[in-house]
């Protein structure tokens, strides 16, 4: 990753964990990573690209705990994951055409 693409990413994952009150939104708990709720696979990498998988709506903050991280996880819930995926979609969509 670039050193520019690398700033980027940390400025969300400190805007994210911020929005959510800088804790862990499964037990509450100082939040200091960002889970996927859709895994950062190959497999969805490849099925939902990544400007899904890398958007600030399929990230959620937690604490250290493992079971956090994988609470948050939805890709045992393929219905779950594909609206998530499409209500990612429809917002990178509406933010092309404002800029448009």
């Known amino acids: 990753m670039k050193e520019r693409d690398q700033l980027i990413a940390e400025e969300q994952k400190r805007q994210i964990i911020a ?23 190959k497999t969805n990498i490849r099925k939902y690209g990544q ?22 996880n939805i890709g045992n819930r393929p219905m779950a994951a594909e609206r998530l995926a499409a209500k990612i979609r429809k917002h990178i969509e509406s933010v092309k055409a404002v800029v448009a």
Not at 53 to 72: F, M
């Open 51 to 72: 400007d899904v998988i890398h958007h600030r709506y399929n990230l959620l903050p937690v604490c250290s705990n493992q079971g956090c991280n994988d609470a948050c």
């Open 19 to 41: 929005d959510h009150g800088y804790v862990c939104v499964k037990c509450g708990a100082p939040a200091i990573f960002l889970a996927h709720r859709i895994a950062k696979t």
